[in-house]
């Protein structure tokens, strides 16, 4: 977004004074005849990490039973972690040019029912889109019609944003380089570098070729995680892919992200780079 400035200078949008500062570090006047920069709209959405998944997981807030005191007070706590998380991404990129939104799903009127997304007004989101805002979401608690209350996850989240908006494509930022056939704590994990989806929702490993044509993708998962780890986001990813959408798994903060999200992977997948692409398969 800030590639389209002459100067290259980015003026941070976060004006709320830091400890220990008399003043905001943006000089407002610099605003004046600022350029309007022209860029690609995109979504951000973004989990609960330690914001929220031991509060959830220790009160029981995934399970329901809102009536019930612990569950309540960590429904409380869970939304209290999780908006403090969406405020310091909100900040961070606001720092660095970036008109950034937080939306809390539950804010924003999203419910669910028996987990499942049951209602989901898209309409700000939409409108702050069109705007040029960059809309930031993220895994939230939210009321359910059969079990009181849930955890919404993320990926949940943007795979119905893809149903609704229909981006050119998804990407999910993981801390690995992608997915792999097992645990990649294990050292025998091989990366999958491409992903198919089939018209009925099932998928395979297109690449790399293994000799088990059904070899299954072994998956573990976080004992305070909520929302099912990395099974839940190839299995939100594949239902993402199904739409003719592709999707990218790949690690934060590397050449290959920016590659991703660049667009230079809807028609061409370098041989050096790393991640895994989930993609449709008429075959």
């Given at each position: 977004m800030t590639t389209g400035s002459n100067s290259g200078e980015v003026l941070g949008m976060d004006w709320s004074k830091q400890p220990g500062e008399s003043e905001i570090s943006s000089t407002l006047s610099d605003f004046e005849d600022r350029p309007v920069v022209d860029s690609s709209p995109f979504i951000v959405v973004h989990g609960a990490g330690s914001f929220g998944h031991f509060q959830a997981s220790k009160s029981g807030v995934h399970k329901g039973g809102l009536y019930q005191p612990l569950?309540?007070?960590?429904?409380?706590?869970?939304?209290?972690s999780v908006t403090k998380l969406n405020l310091e991404i909100v900040r961070a990129l606001a720092r660095e040019g970036i008109p950034s939104i937080g939306m809390s799903p539950f804010s924003c009127g999203w419910s669910t029912r028996e987990r499942n997304i049951a209602s989901a007004d898209l309409s700000a989101v939409a409108k702050a889109i069109?705007?040029?805002?960059?809309?930031?979401?993220?895994?939230?608690?939210?009321?359910?019609?059969?079990?009181?209350?849930?955890?919404?996850?993320?990926?949940?989240?943007?795979?119905?944003?893809?149903a609704h908006l229909k981006p050119e494509y998804v990407v999910f930022l993981t801390d690995v380089s992608g997915v792999y056939d097992r645990p990649p704590s294990d050292p025998n994990?091989?990366?999958?570098?491409?992903?198919a989806v089939a018209k009925d929702g099932s998928w395979s490993i297109e690449k790399p070729t293994f000799q088990n044509k059904n070899k299954q993708v072994e998956t573990s998962v976080a004992a305070h995680d909520t929302t099912?780890?990395?099974?839940?986001?190839?299995?939100?990813?594949?239902?993402?892919?199904k739409l003719g959408i592709d999707v990218y798994i790949v690690k934060a903060a590397t050449s290959h992200a920016l590659k991703a999200f660049s667009g230079e992977l809807k028609d061409n997948l370098p041989d050096d780079w790393l991640g895994t692409a989930i993609r449709f398969s008429n075959k």
């Open positions: 569950v309540k007070a960590g429904f409380v706590a869970t939304r209290i069109e705007s040029g805002l960059v809309p930031v979401l993220h895994g939230d608690a939210v009321l359910d019609d059969l079990l009181d209350c849930t955890i919404l996850s993320g990926d949940v989240i943007i795979s119905h944003l893809a994990a091989v990366l999958l570098r491409e992903i099912g780890g990395m099974l839940t986001k190839i299995s939100e990813a594949a239902a993402i892919a």
